[in-house]
């Protein structure tokens, strides 16, 4: 079965710090895809970033860069000199391929989320 | 993701009432996932929708809810009977084919529904 653990359930920092989320995840698959979105205080789901198992590059994007690691099954995401407008919850998720054609499940499993607060 | 359209944004039943919430896909998207966030929880899969078939409704509750994507309109989610437990936040999402992950699962702004 796979699972998503974002260990860290609440963080705050000081506006121009730098903060990362932490991701791990568990599955059977060799094949996968991981997700990072993030929920504002408005409520929707905005996506970040998708990333297939056989892509362990790191990806900067902006402020925001994401450092996959297969051998620790983690998936971190850093955001660099947060702002306020970063404040929002963070979701990691994942999906598992589909065997035998290598494209994801539609079933996203997601963890629990991590709260970021940042504080002017 | 703003090219999923989901109404109403907030609704408030009392227990025993009907909820429905309505999803619009992307344009040009055929297939549509309901997934419910409960509060502090993550949000999980309930149901797979293509139009006028259910794929998968494996993460639906087995009674009071069903979903539906009719040839025409919107997809609807329908909770019979609510009771507090239903109250969550109800994402729709929409692909462009089966593959979430080649094709970015998009979602909507979400359905916030309270029972009281």
């Known amino acids: 079965a796979q699972k998503v653990t974002q260990a860290q359930t609440e963080i705050s920092v000081v506006e121009k710090e730098d903060v990362t989320l932490d991701c791990v995840y568990e599955?059977?698959?060799?094949?996968?895809?991981l997700f990072w979105y993030k929920q504002p205080p408005s409520g929707e789901l905005v996506f970040l970033i998708r990333r297939n198992s056989f892509d362990e590059q790191n990806e900067i994007s902006g402020r925001y860069s994401w450092n996959f690691q297969k051998s620790t099954s983690s998936f971190n995401f850093t955001i660099t000199a947060s702002q306020v407008v970063d404040s929002a919850v963070y979701f990691c998720?994942?999906?598992?391929?589909?065997w035998g054609s290598g494209a994801g499940s539609y079933q996203l499993t997601f963890g629990k989320g991590t709260k970021l607060s940042v504080i002017p | 993701n703003a090219g999923v359209m989901q109404n109403p944004r907030h609704l408030v039943r009392r227990r025993g009432q009907e909820a429905r919430l309505r999803c619009s896909p992307m344009?040009?998207?055929?297939?549509v996932y309901w997934y419910r966030q409960l509060p502090e929880e993550g949000l999980k899969f309930m149901v797979y929708l293509q139009k006028e078939n259910i794929i998968d409704e494996s993460g639906m509750p087995k009674e009071r809810f069903s979903a539906e994507f009719p040839k025409e309109g919107p997809s609807i989610l329908r909770i019979q009977q609510v009771v507090r437990g239903d109250s969550a936040a109800y994402f729709c999402?929409?692909?462009?084919?089966?593959?979430?992950?080649?094709?970015?699962?998009?979602f909507g702004e979400g359905s916030w529904l309270t029972v009281v």
């Open positions: 999402a929409s692909s462009l084919t089966r593959d979430g992950s080649g094709n970015t699962i998009y």
């Open positions: 599955t059977r698959d060799t094949t996968y895809y």
């Open positions: 998720a994942l999906s598992e391929a589909i």
């Open positions: 344009k040009g998207h055929s297939h």
